[in-house]
């Protein structure tokens, strides 16, 4: 593992930086944090690595993780770089329209509690496909749920790497590509090695470092407007081009059908998303999934209310200040750096150094999480109970977990170089509304209703997936922002509105129809 990793750490520290608001030498801070991020990390993993022994601590911890441990867990793989640096990014160039984005994504969790969460421990081992294989046909439906889960990792993954390269970039000087290696190196030891272990502890680490950090920066960016909220937001409003027009809906207030479909995407997108479902695998029992969420949302819920206070102070003190801007006014580095250079206006470069430590930490520990998920679907799922029909040993199903690992690695540092354009915060609302088009529907169904059949899942689920990559593409983030066309074939952004009820309905209809075929005795018992 050290022979894998520590000779890429020299190029973090011999870079020049591109960072320059203040000084043309190299930001020791920064790269000192960094450094030591990525040894305690490290060192996490290699004290992981020594318990993973078996399927079971590598998958779930070996379902020993608390309650509350677990709970500041999920926190952290919902508060990501989506929300450090893509919110505040959002709320800082369109205002309330990313504002909605937080409150989209903060009202998620309870839903999870509602409608999963207890449910899915009592029931599942490792992952989602273990759930709907109690009572539905394990082959088909292990197939089509594993290439869900991968689908929506991988959008997933690409905002993680896109906002990972851009810092690097921004901080150290090193080209995007090399960027995205280093990134894609590091996630591929956490998961090659420590397994789910290790990915909850460094994501109780960072939840806590991030709170901790976004705590710190709010009141510093107070204390300039003397604690007085409004007078922030005023300062925000008189910088912004738009003024007070950006206090109004600006993409979202031209379709009332676009933004019920944002609604529907960021409120029950969370209930459908594989690898926070498989952290209520890592729990003892049915009351410490519950525990967990309950600790979850104070935690994600109280630094959403920090990214308010993020978003408009980043507007308001780096937005009007011209060394934070290019050639062209924009913010250095594009928008999802606004908080970096919130960091470095208020404390200089050690603030500076220290949030920029804390959103890499933050990258690196939701990107293990997400690659685990992805390649547990593989390992798990296909390969020992569809390729191996239940008979490979564990040590087989770890290693080809490992392998999936450095395959998923690999696709993600193409998809980030592919995808660099892209606020962070957006492109995470994408695997929201694949996870409600596909995954969602057939959980709901097979936790509540009786009549559900695996060909009716299947129908279902399938109708979800291929209608919201299909409209994805035919859309405004790839049709426009990525192929460059002048606008886009299907107009709803997110195309959740239509995708997640016709999968409901197919799903319906189809076992409607295939129960009717089937004598009663030979229907599976409902859950």
Not at 403 to 432: D, E, H, K, P, R
């Amino acid at each position: 593992m050290r022979r894998f990793l520590l000779p890429a750490l020299p190029l973090l520290a011999a870079a020049t930086p591109a960072y320059a608001a203040g000084s043309d030498g190299v930001n020791v801070t920064a790269v000192t944090m960094f450094i030591a991020i990525v040894l305690v990390t490290l060192g996490i993993t290699y004290w992981a690595a020594r318990r993973a022994t078996s399927a079971d601590q590598f998958y779930a911890a070996g379902g020993q993780i608390s309650g509350f441990q677990n709970g500041v867990a999920l926190a952290g793989d919902l508060v990501s770089a989506g929300a450090l640096l893509g919110l505040a990014g959002l709320i800082c160039s369109s205002g309330f329209d990313g504002l909605i984005f937080a409150v989209g994504y903060a009202t998620g969790l309870p839903f999870v509690v509602f409608l999963v969460a207890e449910r899915l421990r009592k029931l599942g081992r490792y992952t989602v496909a273990d759930v709907l294989s109690t009572r539905l046909s394990e082959t088909p439906i292990r197939i089509f749920t594993a290439v869900a889960t991968l689908i929506i990792v991988m959008f997933y993954l690409i905002a993680q790497m896109v906002g990972a390269g851009q810092l690097i970039r921004l901080l150290f000087g090193l080209d995007y590509l090399y960027a995205q290696i280093f990134v894609g190196a590091l996630m591929i030891c956490y998961v090659m090695f420590g397994g789910m272990v290790a990915t909850t502890w460094v994501q109780i680490i960072k939840a806590m470092l991030l709170l901790t950090a976004g705590f710190a920066i709010s009141l510093l960016v107070l204390a300039r407007f003397g604690f007085d909220y409004n007078a922030l937001v005023a300062k925000a409003l008189a910088v912004h081009p738009r003024h007070e027009a950006i206090m109004m809906p600006q993409v979202y207030s031209g379709s009332v059908w676009q933004s019920v479909s944002l609604g529907m995407t960021l409120m029950l997108g969370t209930s459908g998303l594989p690898h926070v479902l498989m952290r209520f695998f890592t729990v003892p029992d049915a009351r410490a999934a519950r525990v967990s969420v309950f600790w979850a949302v104070m935690c994600q819920s109280g630094f959403f209310a920090l990214i308010f206070v993020l978003g408009f102070g980043a507007l308001a003190i780096v937005a009007g200040d011209p060394a934070y801007l290019d050639a062209k006014g924009a913010i250095r580095g594009g928008g999802n750096m606004a908080t970096i250079h919130l960091a470095h206006a208020l404390g200089g470069d050690t603030l500076m150094g220290l949030v920029s430590a804390v959103a890499f930490a933050t990258i690196l520990a939701v990107v293990a999480g997400l690659t685990l998920t992805g390649a547990s679907a593989v390992s798990h799922d296909l390969y020992a109970r569809i390729i191996g029909r239940g008979r490979a040993t564990e040590r087989s199903e770890i290693r080809v977990s490992r392998m999936a690992t450095v395959g998923l690695g690999i696709l993600s540092v193409l998809l980030g170089i592919a995808f660099q354009t892209q606020n962070v915060a957006y492109m995470i609302s994408l695997a929201y509304a694949v996870s409600c088009a596909s995954t969602l529907p057939l959980l709901i169904l097979a936790l509540y209703w009786n009549g559900l059949t695996t060909r009716g899942a299947l129908a279902g689920g399938v109708t979800g997936l291929v209608l919201a990559l299909t409209l994805t593409v035919l859309g405004p983030p790839v049709w426009v922002k990525v192929l460059g066309n002048a606008s886009p074939i299907f107009p709803i952004d997110p195309p959740t509105i239509v995708t997640m009820p016709l999968a409901f309905l197919t799903a319906f209809l189809v076992s409607v129809l295939d129960r009717k075929s089937v004598p009663e005795a030979a229907m599976p018992s409902a859950i």
